[in-house]
């Protein structure tokens, strides 16, 4: 006597769902960093993070062989926007306290 599933002898493939939590916390990161470049040094970090988090899910997606999604590639798009910005304000500030330094 034979199980149904002996008779057919059907391979059953699982695979693990695709998250994309790294992407969804890049993203919120991103945000964060962007938001938050005009406070130095607190947006950096949420700006760094949010790179490495998207790059992370870039890679989880081309493993699984499929598309990165928009919401990744905002993510990196923000946290590189928001190092630049903050590196740029932590410049014009530093200018400026060498400026007003200078005329005392």
């Known amino acids: 006597m034979t199980t149904p599933n002996e008779a057919t002898a059907e391979a059953v493939i699982v695979t693990q769902p695709h998250t994309t939590s790294f992407g969804t916390a890049a993203l919120v990161l991103g945000i964060l960093g962007t938001l938050l470049c005009i406070v130095p040094y607190v947006g950096l970090p949420f700006s760094i993070a949010a790179v490495v988090l998207s790059r992370r899910q870039k890679t989880r997606d081309r493993e699984a062989g499929e598309a990165v999604?928009?919401?990744?590639?905002?993510a990196s798009i923000m946290g590189i926007l928001g190092i630049v910005l903050s590196v740029m304000?932590?410049?014009?500030?530093?200018?400026?306290?060498w400026a007003t330094a200078s005329w005392a």
């Open 69 to 74: 999604l928009t919401k990744t590639a905002a």
């Open 89 to 97: 304000v932590g410049l014009v500030l530093v200018f400026l306290g």
